[in-house]
């Protein structure tokens, strides 16, 4: 029994099933710090992703690929410290399950006990179904990504979207329901066309969130630094900006920066 964060029901993945049966929509952001996941948590999100786009909004690098399992962990840590009601999904990153499902599973006991998180995410379908199969086996919960795989991306050599034609689609379908029967309690289905994310959700009984899958699925995610307007570059037509974080926070260092300049700051009440 937890020994703290009591008073607040916390969603588990049998609450995420439950709004899949009543038709209630699931809201998944992405959340990388304590101070952050605070507020996305106490706005009443559902699940906070500790996403491997960490290494893109937190790192700056260009791909997923270089963040490592420690840094998954740290950030990880970090989130599920701040959380009193979500649940707390972390990725795997690359190099850590794929091939291997012994490794797999030892990342994963390593994201469940250091970082403290309610379930891991991977990406995949058939080619990563033993590793499903061996984390889940250890009582780990496992979230499914389908779709644009970003891990993926020089194999792909575009983030465009996938599935458009029969046979991926076919593959993509068939991946969703192996993962369904293999255990996993949700899939994210990335960057598909609407009809084909609606098919899925339809196909199988565990929550699809899709991110630029349309509104036939069951839930919705998004990066927050995307959402939130603190990237500027990315702009695919998926994503709806909720504000312009990256002007108002340039406005109010750019204040900052002119009263220290002018020796506006600190002023008599500033100071001891
Ligand atoms: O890493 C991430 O942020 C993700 C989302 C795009 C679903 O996997």
């Given amino acids: 029994m937890s020994i703290h964060k009591e008073s607040v029901k916390r969603v588990t993945t049998h609450v995420l099933s439950e709004m899949k049966l009543k038709g209630e929509k699931i809201s998944m952001l992405t959340s990388y710090d304590y101070s952050m996941a605070a507020i996305v948590d106490r706005a009443g999100i559902d699940v906070i992703l500790?996403?491997?786009?960490?290494?893109?909004?937190?790192?700056?690098?260009?791909?997923?690929?270089?963040?490592?399992?420690?840094q998954m962990i740290y950030h990880g840590a970090s989130v599920v410290r701040a959380v009193q009601r979500?649940?707390?999904?972390?990725?795997l990153p690359f190099g850590t399950y794929q091939g291997n499902s012994k490794e797999a599973l030892n990342s994963s006991i390593r994201i469940m006990k250091e970082a403290s998180a309610d379930a891991v995410k991977l990406?995949?379908?058939?080619?990563?179904?033993?590793?499903?199969?061996?984390?889940?086996?250890?009582?780990?919960p496992?979230?499914?990504?389908?779709?644009?795989?970003?891990?993926s991306i020089?194999?792909?050599?575009?983030y465009a979207v996938r599935a458009k034609e029969e046979e991926e689609a076919k593959k993509l379908l068939e991946d969703a329901k192996l993962?369904?029967?293999?255990?996993?309690?949700?899939?994210?289905?990335?960057?598909?066309?609407?009809?084909?994310?609606?098919?899925?959700?339809?196909?199988?009984s565990i929550p699809i969130i899709g991110i630029g899958a349309g509104n036939g699925v069951d839930g919705q995610v998004l990066v927050i630094h995307d959402m939130l307007g603190i990237t500027q570059e990315f702009s695919p037509r998926f994503l709806r900006r909720y504000h312009n974080l990256f002007a108002e926070i340039k406005g109010a260092v750019e204040t900052y920066i002119g009263d220290v300049k002018s020796k506006d700051f600190p002023n008599e009440r500033e100071q001891y």
């Fill in 50 to 70: 500790v996403g491997d786009s960490a290494s893109n909004v937190m790192a700056g690098h260009e791909t997923t690929l270089p963040i490592t399992l420690d």
């Fill in 86 to 91: 979500a649940l707390v999904v972390v990725d």
């Fill in 123 to 140: 990406e995949g379908g058939s080619e990563v179904l033993e590793s499903v199969n061996r984390i889940l086996s250890a009582g780990i």
């Fill in 142 to 151: 496992v979230m499914g990504h389908l779709g644009l795989t970003p891990q």
């Fill in 154 to 158: 020089h194999k792909f050599g575009t």
């Fill in 179 to 204: 993962l369904e029967e293999a255990g996993c309690f949700a899939i994210v289905l990335e960057k598909v066309p609407a009809t084909l994310a609606k098919k899925v959700a339809e196909s199988v």
